[in-house]
């Protein structure tokens, strides 16, 4: 499970790959709930994600919160060769009721596998973790350029919008141990969907994470813009395709022209 790391190693890059197989009935908002396609969604994913290991990334921690079956996942990893380096959480994680909503579900899974997970808990020395937690059916097909042009330090690190609202992009952040106890441990209470889905949760935690905390480094805007593929569960369209990709190249040239207009 532990990946060895050389003394001069100074950070280990985990990624935590959130997943829900089978959602339940009565979710707001989520339109792509067919397990089957939904455990494709991880497949694709989790093969575009393990090279990654010999690049970027030293573990990979696969988080599932329905109790659903992911040996096909696992035989994946085996006939990979990463099985020392990919760690399979799966528990029932889904006693609330369905109208919270996936954020709420999502950061509850979260602190689950920050308390259980034997990779982000091993007692290696010499080395700081840095959490890279992505909705687990989304490839971030930049996620090499995301990290290795990382701020230099930070206890949380995530994307903001301004523009045309204040939105926090939750499906890829980074956080470190302290950075997660300290900001975000328990933020699922806080999450609870709105019943008349006036409010999104993305536009409650941007004002929540704007409370400054003692000793916290937060960095509010990603470097690069990550470029994502894979079906959005609100409405079933994929990010890579049409004006959702048209989105991600009108943000990538306004981040490069327009640094302090955050779209």
């Not at 007692?123 to 995301?146: A, H, S």
């Not at 480094?217 to 079906?231: A, C, T």
């Not at 959005?232 to 022209?257: A, H, P, T, V």
Request: glycine share 4%; hydrophobic share 40%; aromatic share 12%.
């Amino acid at each position: 499970m532990i990946f060895n790391h050389t003394s001069e190693r100074k950070q280990s890059n985990i990624l935590l790959l959130t997943a829900t197989i089978t959602p339940p009935a009565g979710v707001p908002l989520l339109q792509r709930a067919n397990p089957h396609d939904r455990l494709q969604d991880y497949e694709r994913s989790l093969k575009f994600y393990l090279p990654l290991l010999n690049r970027c990334i030293d573990s990979i921690v696969f988080a599932e919160n329905s109790n659903s079956d992911v040996s096909v996942l696992q035989n994946m990893v085996d006939l990979a060769g990463f099985t020392d380096r990919v760690e399979f959480i799966v528990f029932d994680g889904l006693d609330h009721p369905p109208i919270y909503g996936r954020a709420y579900g999502e950061f509850k899974l979260n602190d689950y596998v920050m308390n259980n997970s034997h990779i982000i808990n091993s007692p290696t020395q010499n080395r700081e973790i840095l959490v890279w937690k992505v909705t687990g059916r989304y490839m971030v097909k930049n996620l090499y350029r995301i990290i290795t042009r990382k701020p230099s330090s930070f206890d949380i690190y995530y994307n903001c919008r301004h523009v045309p609202k204040r939105w926090a992009d939750m499906f890829l952040m980074s956080w470190t141990i302290k950075g997660y106890q300290a900001c975000l441990q328990n933020m699922y209470h806080k999450l609870i969907a709105d019943k008349e889905q006036l409010i999104q949760p993305e536009e409650v935690f941007i004002d929540l994470m704007e409370q400054p905390i003692p000793n916290i480094k937060i960095v509010r805007r990603f470097n690069q813009i990550p470029l994502i593929d894979g079906y959005r569960g609100s409405d079933n369209q994929n990010y890579s395709e049409g004006k959702n990709l048209w989105k991600f190249y009108l943000r990538s040239i306004g981040c490069k022209l327009f640094p302090w207009l955050w779209i």
